[in-house]
């Protein structure tokens, strides 16, 4: 199993401005993912954080409003730029299992942009 | 990405009752099926998953069936208590592992 500490937990934000959301994982892993949960609805998946190489953006999402950076094996951040209220959302981080199947959630970052 | 149906989007069962959510996939490339419970103000988490070479796998209170030939598979929650009020999400993994998550189902439990 992995243990992941996300934070912030939660924050508000004014508009206009940037936030960065921390990940760090108990062990190593080669690939990490960031989705964003919008209220009531399914995780959407923004970005794959590969350690030595640019993140991989999903259909929707580009870097300039979403940059990623992973330093080392087992931390990775997420910056929300010049946010809009409809950057609210929740954040999450997840890691792959050994086996590849299995996914593992840090608790998210509650994101509120007024 | 791959879709994936799944449904109900919300459902609400009596403490005791059985909770069935369902999950329709297209991509017959998928060799794992899970289900993920989702708590509010926590990341989802593994509850239960089968390869498609059962057709059932029993943990606890919790079934998940398998229909290769429909490509379909089920969450079955036995004796539904209010601890099990979340919401469930089906997300088999495609290329590279990475899943594809279904809409989810929003359960409540009443006591």
């Known amino acids: 199993s992995a243990v992941i500490s996300q934070k912030p937990s939660r924050d508000i934000c004014q508009r206009g401005t940037s936030l960065t959301i921390q990940c760090q994982v108990d062990?190593?892993?080669?690939?990490m993912f960031w989705y964003r949960q919008q209220p009531g609805q399914s995780l959407t998946l923004i970005a794959t954080?590969?350690?030595?190489?640019?993140?991989?953006?999903e259909s929707g999402f580009v870097i300039d409003k979403f940059p990623i950076s992973r330093p080392n094996l087992t931390f990775s951040t997420l910056t929300v730029s010049n946010m809009s209220p409809e950057d609210s959302s929740i954040y999450l981080c997840?890691?792959?299992?050994?086996?590849?199947?299995?996914?593992?959630f840090g608790s998210g970052t509650q994101l509120s942009v007024l | 990405q791959q879709q994936v149906k799944q449904s109900p989007q919300s459902l609400i069962v009596q403490k005791g009752g059985i909770s069935i959510i369902n999950c329709a996939y297209e991509?017959?490339?998928?060799?794992?099926f899970p289900w993920y419970q989702q708590f509010p103000g926590k990341g989802p988490a593994l509850l239960i998953a089968?390869?498609?070479?059962?057709s059932e796998k029993k943990e606890g209170r919790f079934t998940i069936s398998f229909n290769k030939s429909a490509k379909q598979f089920s969450l079955h929650i036995m004796d539904s208590q209010p601890g099990d009020s979340a919401t469930y999400f089906c997300?088999?993994?495609?290329?590279?592992?990475?899943?594809?998550f279904g809409r989810g189902t929003s359960l409540i439990v009443h006591p």
């Open positions: 997840s890691v792959q299992g050994a086996q590849g199947e299995k996914l593992f």
């Open positions: 062990s190593q892993v080669t690939m």
């Open positions: 954080a590969n350690q030595g190489s640019e993140a991989t953006y």
């Open positions: 991509n017959t490339a998928f060799d794992y």
């Open positions: 089968i390869r498609p070479d059962v």
């Open positions: 997300a088999p993994p495609g290329g590279s592992y990475i899943p594809t």
